[in-house]
């Protein structure tokens, strides 16, 4: 299985970024994807997380009403769109994936997911 997140960047307050994940080796409709990230000196944290039909989302507080979470099963990708991007979202943004089984509701647990991207930067810019 593979994750390649792409679509990082230098970007300044208030703009846009999208961030994808490319998925191989896994059955998508078994899967939830998450996104996750890290910035400097601090823990990992839950950001964004997306059922296996994509029907269901779920956001940390900090990024609900900016960030949007999809999936196109049909390109085995996961998307995340970030809007009026602040500098406190610079970070390592990681795609993660967990058999939906196991996720269940715990969608924001890192636990949960098996595989993971090698991550993708993010910078904002004041």
């Known amino acids: 299985v593979q994750l390649q997140a792409s679509g990082g960047g230098l970007v300044q307050a208030g703009g846009s970024l999208r961030l994808s994940c490319a998925a191989s080796g896994l059955k998508m409709i078994n899967h939830a994807f998450a996104w996750f990230r890290q910035a400097p000196g601090k823990e990992r944290e839950f950001v964004a997380a997306?059922?296996?039909?994509?029907?269901?989302?779920y956001y940390a507080d900090s990024v609900k009403g900016r960030f949007t979470i999809s999936r196109n099963n049909a390109k085995n990708t996961v998307y995340l769109q970030m809007n009026t991007l602040k500098p406190e979202d610079t970070a390592v943004y990681y795609c993660?994936?967990?058999?939906?089984?196991?996720?269940?509701?715990?969608?924001?647990?890192?636990?949960?997911?098996?595989?993971w991207g090698q991550g993708t930067l993010v910078t904002v810019s004041s």
């Open positions: 993660a994936a967990g058999r939906s089984a196991e996720v269940g509701t715990y969608y924001y647990s890192a636990k949960k997911y098996d595989y």
């Open positions: 997306i059922n296996w039909g994509g029907i269901r989302t």
